[in-house]
């Protein structure tokens, strides 16, 4: 089930693979490495990070994108809220 929280990030992105908005398609992105989505312009900032996304990396930059991936092209100012970007990661292992 989407949780509510999620309304903010379907602002900028889509859940079907390669159907990107103003950020790429979330589809399989838990346990996929940064900068996965082929049709998506990354920045160098993240296609440079070695991040993969897993609980705790996601969990970190759910929180503060920019100081995970300084550089980054995300202006989220991130999701303070620990229940809320719990429930946001359930709904990413789901797509």
Not at 38 to 66: C, H, I, K, N, Q
Request: proline share 9%; with cysteine.
């Amino acid at each position: 089930m989407r949780p509510a929280a999620f309304a903010r990030c379907a602002t900028c992105h889509q859940t079907a693979p390669e159907r990107n908005g103003v950020g790429p398609s979330l589809a399989g992105v838990y346990g996929a490495p940064a900068a996965h989505e082929p049709t998506y312009a990354y920045s160098g900032a993240m296609r440079s990070s070695g991040l993969v996304w897993d609980e705790a990396t996601l969990d970190a930059y759910l929180t503060d994108p920019r100081s995970v991936v300084p550089g980054t092209k995300m202006v989220f100012p991130g999701v303070r809220d620990p229940v809320e970007r719990a429930a946001l990661i359930e709904y990413l292992k789901t797509l």
